[in-house]
């Protein structure tokens, strides 16, 4: 996850493909849960934990009749989930978003979210069926917590952070840094592509039982394709293609014959007719942003002990190593303490930090990443990245040069900017730091001081980078 699923989504190539065989002509495909070192229980904790902090930041949309629509679906999709993919500890839920994005996300242990957007985006009842079956075969198998499993050093209180940082972070909360949020996705939510084709097969198995055609959850994925703007939904950045979904799904659904079909959709059409009276949805930005603003100064960093710059300890000229993942290492000052974002991880000295679980926050120190970067060249995808900053940091400068520099022994960029921090309101610099990585996503590092304290700290980012050792 997090952390990891930066790191995930970078080594997912060499992950060990989860034993996925086929037993034998016609029949369907036998799916193997991945290794977890978490119990359910702990899927069952962070979950919940999660859920709370999701329901805090995000409309819940109370009305009946949506809601017990998506229930009904999703019980009737629970109750098709295969005798050994079922845990008792779970406890699955469906709430709806009042948000406009075609978007959904289930959590460890069972909570799941529907966006009202995703429910008046399906054509019938069996593409919004569709979603939650994959969804469910992620939690079923417990695909979040076996991705962290492939980080070992996290333990599951870290974890809590990153999954909520990558549910709300992007739209909660101040410092520049969580403009690195952006599009990336959701740590627990992002998933490897094996995952996402053992959710594809389970969740057709789970289609056919619950009554409907697997060949509906196809459907959805194309609709959701389809509606794609500008970075595409993120529901597809979280659950990438695997490159063939449609024509192995297509596959599956021969070999597996649809029990109890469902007829009888007109609970469906009354949602969408529900939906289509109320006011549009916000946008989560939107609402997020209203969320925030009435939750007054306790998500100001400074609320906790001094995070002013002058109570800010001065970077340590010791240093310490770190390895991230299989990706990268670095060292930084033995002051700072490292944190895991959704898809980065903060050095920073203590009292730099934002609040609690929204991850990425901070007003010193340094942020190392790996961005998406479908097609573009460093420059392009540095511009870009700057532009997602600049979305929900709207004091941000734009870079006016790049200048080369080395890391990890590969060619650079490096720029600085300033913007008016939120947290603080007082002036912060940016040092901008990226490359490319092999497989061509965007590896990024983001230093962060006050602008007067910036002349201080430079010399300390260029020694973070130039320690930086690309692993893979
Ligand atoms: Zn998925």
């Not at 490292?338 to 991880?345: D, L, M, T």
């Not at 540095?382 to 990890?408: C, H, K």
Request: proline share 5%; no cysteine; charged share 20%.
């Amino acid at each position: 996850m997090t952390l990891n699923t930066v790191f995930t989504r970078i080594r997912s190539a060499a992950i060990f493909s989860v034993a996925l065989s086929v037993t034998a002509f016609g029949a369907q495909t036998v799916i193997t849960p991945p290794n977890n070192k978490y119990t359910p229980a702990q899927d069952v904790e962070l979950g919940r934990k999660a859920a709370g902090e999701v329901e805090q930041h995000l409309p819940i949309l109370r009305d009946e009749d949506v809601t017990s629509f998506v229930a009904s679906i999703g019980r009737r999709v629970v109750d098709a989930i295969p005798q050994e993919f079922r845990h008792p500890e779970f406890r699955y839920s469906f709430q709806v978003v009042n948000v406009r994005e075609i978007n959904a996300f289930a959590l460890p242990g069972g909570p799941m979210y529907f966006n009202r957007g995703m429910i008046e985006a399906a054509r019938t009842e069996g593409e919004v069926a569709g979603v939650m079956a994959h969804e469910l075969s992620h939690v079923a198998l417990r695909h979040g917590t076996a991705q962290a499993t492939k980080a070992t050093k996290y333990e599951i209180g870290t974890l809590l952070g990153a999954v909520v940082g990558s549910i709300i972070g992007g739209n909660v909360g101040s410092a520049v840094a969580q403009g690195t949020q952006f599009g990336l996705g959701t740590a627990f939510l992002r998933f490897s592509r094996e995952f996402e084709r053992d959710a594809d097969l389970l969740g057709s198995h789970i289609m056919a039982e619950a009554g409907y055609s697997p060949l509906e959850m196809a459907g959805m994925f194309k609709t959701i394709e389809k509606q794609g703007g500008p970075g595409g939904p993120q529901w597809l950045s979280d659950h990438p293609n695997p490159g063939d979904r449609y024509e192995y799904i297509t596959r599956e659904a021969q070999a597996l014959a649809v029990r109890h079909v469902v007829r009888d959709t007109r609970a469906f059409i009354q949602a969408q007719g529900r939906l289509r009276q109320m006011a549009p949805a916000p946008t989560t930005e939107e609402a997020t942003r209203h969320a925030a603003g009435t939750r007054g100064p306790a998500r100001v960093p400074d609320a906790r002990s001094g995070s002013r710059s002058g109570d800010i300890a001065s970077p340590s000229s010791s240093y310490t190593s770190y390895s991230e993942g299989d990706l990268f290492r670095v060292s930084v000052p033995s002051n700072w303490h490292e944190r895991p974002g959704s898809n980065a991880v903060t050095f920073a000295p203590d009292g730099a930090y934002g609040s609690g679980e929204q991850g990425s926050s901070f007003t010193h120190g340094i942020e190392i990443g790996v961005a998406r970067n479908e097609t573009h060249d460093l420059r392009t995808a540095t511009d870009e990245l700057v532009s997602t900053f600049a979305r929900s940091n709207q004091n941000l400068s734009r870079p006016s040069s790049y200048d080369r520099v080395q890391i990890g022994g590969r060619q650079g960029l490096h720029t600085a900017l300033s913007n008016g921090s939120s947290a603080t309101g007082q002036q912060e610099r940016i040092a901008v730091f990226t490359m490319l990585l092999g497989d061509g996503s965007l590896f990024f590092a983001l230093g962060v001081a006050p602008r007067d304290r910036f002349s201080d700290y430079e010399g300390t980012f260029r020694k973070v980078i130039g320690s930086i050792e690309i692993v893979r």
